[in-house]
């Protein structure tokens, strides 16, 4: 095989597998970066590439059309000359031959191959999952199926609340469905965000008819021919007609496996994006790499993360300078209220609350050894922009300022005179 | 409706002209030629790297601006209360053909 060099290409296409998000983002950037060879795009989905984000928000509304919104232009693929193959899926990677072994039975050489194939809804297990009226969401197809089946009226369980299931109930009781959530943890969103923000959300559910069941652990989805109800541990049987199981994601790292690429609950890259082939890179929700920030093995699931690896590895393909490394970032909108995050929180973060939750617009911040390490806004953007620059400066916080919402969060570094500017800031990325 | 033609200035104060087609966003039709617009939140006010820079005279005749895009423009490098928009919130209209857009500096 010849020697891979940045920015040069030995006359065989960078195959790109998967058209999610981040695989998209990884053509338009090789593109905007002026890669001129081949560029051949395995799109699994038929439909032109869409947007998530979407599927569980504004597509779900009552009287919202049907149509995606995509992500880019049919047109786009033709004028930037990408090759897009609609419905075919990368079988095999031969790492050997460097080639992919597609669904249609056909083999295609690579230069280089970026692995996008993204994650899938985590499948329920207990018996009767597989029930007719049992949903899952990730697909536009999946979003469609819940819609038609969110009639009013109808009983809807949801099974876990993160944030899909959440900004599926709120769709649902907008709809004039009755929601029940079930959640295993003592509150919504434990893994993303503190107490305060869980509690206002919870309200939030609760003033819009949703119904909270916690500490429900599902053993069974029961019907004659479809769901009619979910069973928990402690026997309680909760009637439905529509159950969605929204319990976290999988990472489709299968065809990386075996290709015999290293991988743990996600595929291994580095900060560049490439795996433990260097012919091969991985980019999106499939991959699992070291923070940045502070070393912790992570794999994240946003679009934020989907679109800074695109471009790191396009940048890499083409031998160029990546963008600085930006701080994770995601957003949920539930009843119209959007939260918005920055950076990832530890569960033993310092938590600091700016504002009253009881108003309906705050914002909480995390610190970590006194620095700024996250921060949730709630129906507000005024902390969104500082906090993300103040966490990638490892700035010290003053907790008793930052307490003050009057005060602009940069106006909340210590003001004490024997501290350096070493000291107030250390560079996390 | 036909096209309309912009003239973009980039952040090393390169300008060039290109169309803008009617079902665009004024996001859509700088990032999909290709000008290095992040848009990392796919147009929905959330993320502020589609953020440009418009004159007064043309910033005028826009509608008002949502309470989010004010929240992220004022904490965005070299915003102008006069001038700042995220191009993401603004949609195909002919009155805008033929104005000249700067994009913002990176953060
Ligand atoms: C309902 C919903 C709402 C969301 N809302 C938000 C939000 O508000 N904010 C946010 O930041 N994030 C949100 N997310 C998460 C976000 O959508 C993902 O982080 C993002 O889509 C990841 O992009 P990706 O390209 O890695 O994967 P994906 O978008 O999942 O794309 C992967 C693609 O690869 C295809 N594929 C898989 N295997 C193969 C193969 N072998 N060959 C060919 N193709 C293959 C898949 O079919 C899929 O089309 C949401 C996700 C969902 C499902
Ligand atoms: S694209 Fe994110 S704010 Fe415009």
């Excluded at chain 1, 080639?99 to 692995?115: A, C, F, I, K, N």
Aim: proline share 5%; hydrophobic share 40%.
């Amino acid at each position: 095989m010849p020697d891979l060099q940045p920015g040069i290409n030995n006359g065989q296409p960078v195959i790109i597998v998967g058209a999610g998000h981040s695989g998209v983002a990884v053509a338009a950037g090789l593109r905007t970066r002026g890669w001129v060879g081949g560029i051949l795009l395995l799109d699994g989905e038929k439909e032109t590439p869409y947007e998530r984000p979407p599927l569980s928000k504004e597509l779900l509304k009552s009287g919202a059309p049907d149509e995606s919104t995509v992500l880019r232009k049919e047109k786009f693929y033709q004028d930037k000359r990408i090759e897009r193959l609609a419905g075919i899926t990368a079988e095999a990677i031969d790492r050997q031959s460097r080639t992919v072994v597609l669904s249609d039975g056909s083999r295609r050489g690579y230069d280089r191959l970026v692995v996008a194939t993204g994650s899938r809804a985590r499948p329920l297990t207990v018996p009767g999952s597989g029930l007719p009226g049992v949903h899952a969401l990730r697909t536009r197809e999946d979003a469609l199926d819940l819609k038609r089946a969110l009639v009013a009226g109808t009983r809807v369980a949801i099974i876990g609340a993160g944030y899909i299931g959440l900004e599926v109930a709120a769709a649902a009781a907008a709809r004039g469905c009755k929601v029940t959530v079930l959640e295993l943890q003592d509150r919504v969103m434990s893994r993303v965000t503190s107490e305060p923000v869980s509690r206002f959300f919870e309200q939030l559910h609760e003033q819009n008819g949703i119904r909270f069941v916690f500490g429900a652990a599902v053993t069974a989805i029961e019907g004659q021919r479809r769901a009619e109800r979910v069973v928990t541990a402690d026997g309680t049987v909760h009637p439905a007609d529509v159950v969605l199981a929204g319990i976290g994601v999988l990472p489709n790292q299968e065809v990386a496996t075996e290709a015999g690429l290293e991988c743990r609950d996600g595929i291994l890259v580095d900060g560049e994006g490439r795996t433990s082939d260097s012919a091969i890179y991985a980019t999106g929700d499939v991959t699992r790499f070291a923070s940045p920030v502070d070393g912790t093995s992570q794999r994240l699931e946003c679009i934020q993360n989907a679109q800074a690896q695109a471009d790191r590895v396009a940048a890499h393909i083409t031998g160029q300078q990546p963008a600085e490394p930006e701080i994770p970032w995601f957003w949920t909108v539930q009843h119209g209220v959007r939260l918005q995050t920055a950076g990832v929180r530890h569960p033993d973060d310092d938590v600091i609350v700016r504002g009253t939750p009881a108003v309906g617009k705050f914002a909480v911040i995390y610190l970590r050894d006194g620095r700024l390490a996250a921060v949730d806004t709630v129906a507000g953007l005024a902390d969104f922009r500082p906090a993300k620059k103040l966490i990638a400066a490892g700035a010290l916080i003053d907790p008793a300022l930052a307490a003050d919402p009057r005060i602009p969060l940069t106006d909340t570094i210590p003001n004490d005179p024997s501290l350096t500017d070493a000291d107030l800031v250390s560079a996390r990325i | 409706m036909s096209n309309n033609k912009l003239t973009v200035v980039d952040r090393e104060g390169k300008s060039r002209d290109l169309e803008w087609e009617p079902d665009q966003t004024l996001m859509e039709a700088l990032r999909d030629n290709d000008l290095p617009v992040l848009a990392s939140c796919g147009g929905t006010a959330s993320c502020a790297t589609c953020h440009v820079f418009l004159a007064d005279e043309v910033f005028d005749t826009l509608g008002e601006r949502s309470e989010d895009e004010i929240e992220l423009l004022v904490e965005a490098e070299g915003y102008r209360e006069c001038g700042s928009r995220l191009s993401c919130q603004l949609d195909f209209t002919k009155d805008l053909d033929g104005v000249t857009v700067t994009l913002a500096p990176e953060e």
